[in-house]
């Protein structure tokens, strides 16, 4: 399978001028691209046993892909699972540029407004016939995120505003949020606080000043940003709930917690690509994925909560999710405006805010 940490080295330079962060991240996606183009390719022509490729493209990792590719062949043997594991604005991007040609057959997991700004781009066809374009599969919280080799439950921020302290000056890395979902939804609710506080952006948008000012680096994958925490190369950061479980379980130095204040709860979906070669099996593998059984092996093995109206057996529930549903608090949010102006924010923050933060 292949994993968007073999794209992490891959940087464009340019040479003979001052640097233009956004001029940078554009070439570097541009080069994820072309590269990630070149590895779907080579999958597509590399299934030369007679069986279907279904080709899905998500952020959901290792973990969790692996798991359900294995289930869902068992029950396919004629199907060859094949995924590639990016961010969600990634995988937008790439089907973008892929409209004409369309390499794969599934969009799996991203938040609900991206999906929407995706059926408006016409590149979503319906799960069903006469269905919607895309439908929920798991909840998704945000969470803070610390580096638990220095510091306790205690001495970590516990709200949004506590990571504006200045005692977390320069010790906050951040996944860098054109490429992150997950990021993007924290954006997003700091801007729609400010909406319903005040009738306009300009006090989220200062809030997000402070919140660059604090910021040491934008890290270009989640790998990296664990990697570095874990370092004490930053302490806290800002994350989702699933991600932290898994790294957890596996031991790292890592913790997190719940904001007080309410934390997004991302919608997390999934949808079949307009002129997938295999559509009648990626809608099979959706009705599949949401089932109760698989939500269950999705809540064992990645930490996920399953989308709501999806009920599953209380005395089957993994241990760790009570827990969770006690500490969660949700902050409720209009996705509907979120989607109609979330692209225009997170352009305005780039150019107007990204690396303008008091030093």
């Not at 369309?102 to 995706?118: E, K, N, T």
Request: with cysteine.
């Amino acid at each position: 399978m292949v994993s968007s940490d073999k794209f992490a080295a891959v940087t464009v330079p340019v040479p003979g001028r001052p640097s233009n962060k956004a001029a940078q991240w554009t070439l570097r996606i541009t080069a994820r691209l072309r590269v990630s183009a070149l590895l779907v390719t080579g999958l597509l022509c590399a299934c030369s046993s007679g069986k279907t490729p279904l080709v899905i493209y998500s952020p959901h990792g290792r973990e969790l892909l692996s798991v359900l590719e294995q289930r869902f062949e068992a029950l396919h043997p004629n199907v060859d699972v094949r995924w590639m594991d990016m961010g969600s604005q990634e995988v937008l991007d790439r089907l973008r540029s892929e409209r004409a040609n369309p390499q794969a057959d599934l969009w799996f997991g991203a938040p609900s407004p991206l999906f929407a700004r995706g059926a408006r781009d016409s590149l979503l066809e319906p799960v069903a016939p006469g269905g919607p374009l895309y439908v929920s599969v798991y909840r998704t919280p945000a969470v803070i995120e610390y580096s638990s080799g220095a510091l306790t439950d205690a001495e970590a921020p516990h709200d949004w505003d506590d990571v504006l302290l200045p005692r977390w000056h320069g010790k906050l890395l951040l996944r860098d949020p054109l490429a992150s979902g997950t990021m993007r939804a924290i954006f997003e609710m700091i801007v729609m606080r400010s909406l319903q506080r005040t009738g306009d952006t300009a006090q989220g948008m200062a809030w997000l000043r402070r919140l660059d000012a604090q910021t040491k680096e934008y890290v270009l994958t989640p790998a990296l940003l664990h990697t570095k925490l874990e370092r004490q190369e930053g302490l806290i950061s800002l994350w989702d709930l699933p991600d932290m479980l898994l790294l957890q379980n596996e031991g790292r130095k890592l913790g997190f917690l719940f904001p007080t204040s309410g934390t997004p709860v991302i919608d997390d979906a999934i949808a079949v690509v307009r002129g997938a070669r295999h559509a009648d099996i990626a809608r099979e593998f959706i009705r599949w994925v949401r089932t109760p059984e698989i939500e269950l092996l999705a809540a064992r093995v990645g930490f996920r909560l399953p989308a709501a109206g999806i009920e599953l057996p209380r005395d089957s529930m993994p241990a760790w999710m009570g827990p969770v549903e006690a500490h969660l608090r949700a902050e409720p949010l209009n996705w509907d405006t979120v989607e109609a102006r979330g692209v225009g924010w997170m352009e305005y923050w780039d150019k107007h805010v990204r690396g303008t933060g008091e030093q």
